[in-house]
Structures are given as C-alpha cells and as structure tokens.
C-alpha cells in the first residue's frame, strides 16, 4: 500500500515520505479498512513536528500519521462478523499509541475503532467524526441532555466549534457563541441563536444580555486559560464548564471561590481518553443527528495523499473554514 511516514520529528516537507508499506492482516479482533479519506488534526501536526508535551525521542522507529479516517472494511480477523466487509466506516484513534495511522491507502486496527458510517454522512464528513466530532459530541453532552438550556460555544467557527453548534442546536438548547466579526454568518447558518466577538472588552455582559440577563447552563470552551474569567462570569449556579484546549494560557489562574460558589463542574476533555461508555455516548449522538440531517461536518481542504505536506502546512496555517483532509484512496 501507499502510505506517508515519518521517521523524525521536523517540518513537514523535510520528514514526511511517500513510501510502499505492506497491508497488515487482521488479527483477532481486528479488521482492516481499505481507507478513502484522513483527516489531519492540529495534535497530528504537532506530533510530526516534535511539539507534543514531554515527548522528546520519535516513539516508533516508523510513524504512519493521522488519527481519523475513513473508508470501507475489506478484511476481518478471528472472531469479528465476516458480514462487516464492505460496510463504510469512519475511524478514531488511529495513531493513538500505535505506530500505523490513516495516511495510508489502508489501516488495520480493532474492529470497534471503525465505525459504521452514519446515514446521511459522506466519506469525506465521515473523516471528521474521529476527533472533532467526538470531541464536539462529548463537549455538549458529556453533562447529560441540553434541551431547554444554554450552551455557550467558545471559538463557534473552529471545526469543533461548528460542530458543537449545530449537536447543541440539534439537542434543543439555546446556543450562544464567540467567534471573529468575519465568522459571525457561517456560525449562525449552522444554527446559532446569538454570536458575539470573542475580543469584546465587555464579552460577558454580552453574553448575558444575548440570553436574557440570564446566566448559560453549559460552556463549549477552547481557550479555558484565556477565557476563564469570562466564564466563571456567566456560568449558572451548578453549571458545567467542559474545556478541550488552552493553548494561549496553559497555566491559568483559576477563580476557585466564584467558581466553588456556584457549584461549577469543571471537566478537562481528551478525546483519545474517553471512557468507553462517553464514547458509546457521543457515537449515539452523532449518529441521531446525523441521521435526521441535522450534522453536516465542514470541510476547508482536500489534498492528495502526495502532497500531504501540504495539508500539515495548511493546518499550522490556523485559520480554515473546517477540516483538512488527505484524499487516501
């Protein structure tokens, strides 16, 4: 099979290599997935290049990136139903902890990390669901049902951002969320009641004021570091504040008595960390949305498997209109 590897950390034009790779045969409990799209991940760029927290030395003498995925089974081990070969599936956790990821024309792994494609969904959006989905997913609901509450969506326009609108949307909440002046139309088309600039002095008041005077129930946050106070500002007594990333702010200062005060529930999400049952959860979420058309990945860019260089610089570059995807097979 085709496959891009690295075998050390660097930029991307200088390590990544197209190379022949041999297919892997499924052992027992696994299968392999003839793959049609990867999707590249900020975390998947940071790896290539060395800038994971604590890691210092290449962890395989070969790496395959990429942790999402998609396209069809065409080979099942020992004791998977030989009945799923040919069903359209998308993948999670690639290259967690494994050397072999979805930058491949095809991946072998455990039967239940290729999951069936949900109806109404591409190939293409079905390499979005592995860590933007899950996360937007698990972000929303990881407190339980929406309907009847507020969410608020910090950073509305990042691919998880649109995302989490459009669950929370689906899922029955009033939805608040923050984004750039230039965002603003893209972020309300996929559902959002009220959006607001995230450099706005007066950001909380705002916020409040778009619900009401009322404080919000639950908060999407991607900047919990930089964001922090405003949060703790709007949050409703026995709130949930469920935070993905702080890159600006890594070592914030945490507000402990308001934030005690009002009974907040803080949860830090790692989408490749996910209990098997939140899993199980967010997957159901996904698939209900997706099904009554309420799901509609964005996607910004699709690179050929040879230029996925490219498509890491595209990445690094930031600012995009949804995922970047690698075109597989």
């Known amino acids: 099979m085709k496959a891009i590897t690295y075998r050390a950390f660097g930029s991307a034009e200088t390590v ?3 190379e022949d790779l041999p297919d892997i045969a499924p052992a027992r409990g696994e299968l392999r997935v003839e793959l049609a799209y990867s999707g590249v991940n900020p975390s998947d760029v940071k790896a290539r290049a060395g800038a994971r927290a604590g890691v210092s030395e290449l962890p395989y003498p070969v790496i395959v ?3 999402d995925g ?3 089974i065409v080979e099942v081990g020992e004791g998977v139903d030989p009945a799923r070969i040919g069903e359209e599936v998308w993948i999670w956790n690639g290259q967690w902890q494994r ?3 979805t930058a491949a024309c095809s991946i072998t792994l455990a039967a239940d990390q290729a999951v069936a494609l949900p109806a109404g969904l591409t190939l293409q959006q079905g390499a979005v669901l592995g860590i933007p989905g899950l996360t937007a997913a698990h972000t929303v609901f990881s407190g339980g049902d929406v309907g009847g509450k507020t969410v608020l969506v910090q950073g509305g326009a990042g691919t998880v951002g649109l995302l989490a609108v459009q669950l929370a949307k689906w899922g029955g909440a009033r939805v608040v969320a923050t984004c750039s002046p230039e965002d603003f139309d ?9 959006v607001l600039s995230y450099a706005e002095d007066d950001l909380a008041e705002q916020i409040l004021a778009a619900n009401g005077g009322r404080p919000v129930d639950h908060i999407v946050e991607v900047e919990f570091g930089a964001n922090c106070t405003v949060d703790t500002a709007v949050i409703a007594p026995n709130g949930r504040i469920t935070a993905y990333g702080s890159a600006r702010n890594m070592t914030p200062n945490l507000p402990f008595y308001p934030l005690m005060f009002k009974a907040v529930t803080l949860e830090m999400a790692l989408v490749y960390l996910l209990p098997a049952e939140a899993r199980h959860n967010a997957i159901e979420r996904i698939n209900a949305a997706a099904a009554q058309g309420a799901l509609q990945p964005p996607i910004a860019a699709v690179f050929d498997l040879v230029d996925t260089a490219k498509a890491h610089h595209a990445v690094e570059a930031g600012k995009r209109a949804g995922a970047i995807l690698v075109k597989t097979g």
């Open 16 to 18: 990544l290599q197209l």
């Open 65 to 67: 990136p990429h942790s």
């Open 70 to 72: 998609s396209g069809v």
């Open 99 to 101: 050397p072999n990821g």
């Open 186 to 194: 893209r972020v309300r088309r996929v559902g959002a009641d009220a």
